[in-house]
T-cell receptor, first 117, second 114 residues
Framework: NAGVTQTPKFQVLKTGQSMTLQCAQD?????MSWYRQDPGMGLRLIHY???????DQGEVPNGYNVSRSTTEDFPLRLLSAAPSQTSVYFC????????????????FGPGTRLTVT | AQSVTQLGSHVSVSEGALVLLRCNYS??????LFWYVQYPNQGLQLLLKYTSAATLVKGINGFEAEFKKSETSFHLTKPSAHMSDAAEYFC????????????FGQGTRLTINP
């Protein structure tokens, strides 16, 4: 199993450009999520999905779009990049969070380091 | 809303010394609690988790953590530090009911001195 894969590893964008960060998992996990990591702030949840066709917002969703057309893939779209979106982005997946089972381990990808100039 | 506070953004210990990384949470009900480790330029890896079973939880690489409801704490310890423990450590909390959205602390960078 490759686990959770993310592409690209590094990306530099100019303000106003758009791009898609790719995330894929081969563990047949229903739950997938995107976090951004900024120094001194830990990781913050951007968007998450509990299955194909179902997505919801996390703590910091503004400026980002997601969709989930398959179980395996969960791309994150930046429609118009801003310097405030300079960050390291992590995708994670886990088994379905049935009520009372919220302690499922989340598996993280290696991250995408994005710089917006 | 849930929140997590990690006391100390940087902790430095000598090789062989006790490691203690502090985590306090704020939640209306006892949540699920996690410790994740991040090695340089890598993603996060689960060290251990508390999900309302035993209050003393043992994880990988000799780490353990104790859930103390009265203190709303979940501190991470290791009796004897090894050079390979140098990394950033994150405490996180998630709800018992509903989707398992993780709320992370700000992280503690652990340095091991030879």
């Amino acid at each position: 199993n490759a686990g959770v894969t993310q592409t690209p590893k590094f990306q530099v964008l100019k303000t106003g450009q758009s791009m898609t960060l790719q995330c894929a998992q081969d563990m047949n996990h229903e739950y997938m999520s995107w976090y951004r990591q900024d120094p001194g702030m830990g990781l913050r949840l951007i968007h998450y999905s509990v299955g194909a066709g179902i997505t919801d917002q996390g703590e910091v969703p503004n400026g980002y779009n997601v969709s989930r057309s398959t179980t395996e893939d969960f791309p994150l779209r930046l429609l118009s990049a801003a310097p405030s979106q300079t960050s390291v982005y992590f995708c994670a997946s886990s088994t379905y969070p049935f009520p009372g089972t919220g302690g499922n381990e989340q598996y993280f990808g290696p991250g995408t380091r994005l710089t917006v100039t | 809303a849930q929140s997590v506070t990690q006391l100390g953004s940087h902790v430095s210990v000598s090789e062989g010394a006790l490691v203690l990384l502090r985590c306090n949470y704020s939640s209306s009900v006892p949540p699920y609690l996690f410790w994740y480790v991040q090695y340089p330029n890598q993603g996060l890896q689960l060290l251990l988790k508390y999900t309302s079973a035993a209050t003393l939880v043992k994880g990988i690489n000799g780490f353990e953590a104790e859930f103390k409801k009265s203190e709303t704490s979940f501190h991470l310890t290791k009796p004897s530090a090894h050079m390979s423990d140098a990394a950033e450590y994150f405490c996180a909390v998630s709800e018992v009911l509903g989707a398992q959205k993780l709320v992370f602390g700000q992280g503690t960078r652990l340095t091991i001195n030879p």
